[in-house]
């Protein structure tokens, strides 16, 4: 079973940044796609962020220019690097991994912005 793990989660500032990281338990270069989602209190989750095998990557229209997905192959490590944060990215942060029809989920980290 394919485990992931998040970390880097927080209170921060408005205007502040956070780093979040996504440890999976095999090989990412193994997985089609690998994501940043989130969900804010009585919201959908939707897809912040995501890469590809070969680290193509996808942002959401609300996040452009503020995050950046970023994968470390040898460490087994999808980054989501967030910058200029705002009230509005309140959410639990989970990680998914995509292989063909399988997904996996992290359990997910809470991110907190202050205003």
């Known amino acids: 079973q394919v485990q992931l793990v998040e970390s880097g989660g927080g209170l921060v500032q408005t205007g502040g940044s956070l780093r979040l990281s996504c440890a999976a338990s095999?090989?990412?270069?193994?997985?089609?796609?690998m994501g940043w989602y989130r969900q804010g209190l009585g919201k959908q989750r939707e897809l912040v962020a995501g890469?590809?095998?070969?680290?193509?990557?996808h942002y959401a229209d609300s996040v452009k220019g503020r995050f950046i997905i970023s994968k470390d192959d040898a460490k087994n490590t999808v980054y989501l690097q967030m910058n200029s944060l705002k009230p509005e990215d309140t959410a639990v942060y989970s990680c998914?991994?995509?292989?063909?029809?399988?997904?996996?989920w992290g359990q997910g980290t809470q991110v907190t912005v202050s205003s």
């Open positions: 998914k991994a995509q292989r063909a029809l399988r997904g996996y």
């Open positions: 095999e090989r990412i270069f193994s997985f089609d796609f």
């Open positions: 890469i590809t095998s070969s680290s193509s990557t």
